[in-house]
C-alpha cells in the first residue's frame, strides 16, 4: 500500500501563487501516472493537470499557463505549481497516482484546500 500526503495549501489572494506538493511513502512516480484534482463545493472532482510515467503533461483548460505539474523522483514527489490564481481556483486538492493498465494500482491523497479571495 501506498500513501500520498498533499500539502502546501493555504489562502491566498487572486492574482497570488501556491506550490502544492504531494510527497509518496516509496517510490512509484516512474511507474505510475500522477494526476492532481479538485473539487470545489458543489461540484464533481476535476482533473487539473496530469503527468504520465514518461513526461508527459496534459491540463485542463481553465488552468493552462497558469499551473505547472511536475516531479522529483529523488523525493518521491510531485508538485503543482499555481499562479495568477483565481477565486473559482479555490477548491480541495487530491493528488493521484495510478497504473493506466487494467486493474493497475490506484491511490489518492487525503487533500489540501486551496482558497483564493476575491
Known amino acids: 500500500q501506498v500513501q500520498l500526503v498533499e500539502s502546501g495549501g493555504g489562502l491566498v489572494p487572486a492574482g497570488g501563487s501556491l506550490s502544492l506538493t504531494c510527497v509518496a511513502s516509496?517510490?512509484?512516480?516512474?511507474?505510475?501516472?500522477v494526476e492532481w484534482y479538485r473539487q470545489a463545493p458543489g461540484k464533481q472532482r476535476e482533473l487539473v493537470a496530469g503527468l504520465s510515467s514518461f513526461g508527459s503533461t496534459n491540463y485542463a483548460d481553465s488552468v493552462k499557463g497558469r499551473f505547472t505539474i511536475s516531479k522529483d523522483y529523488a523525493k518521491n514527489s510531485v508538485f503543482l505549481q499555481m499562479v495568477s490564481l483565481k477565486p473559482e481556483d479555490t477548491a480541495i486538492y487530491y493528488c493521484?497516482?495510478?497504473?493506466?493498465?487494467?486493474?493497475?494500482?490506484?491511490?489518492w491523497g487525503q487533500g489540501t484546500q486551496v482558497t483564493v479571495s476575491s
Open positions: 516509496r517510490s512509484i512516480f516512474s511507474t505510475h501516472t
Open positions: 493521484r497516482a495510478r497504473q493506466l493498465r487494467a486493474g493497475g494500482y490506484d491511490y
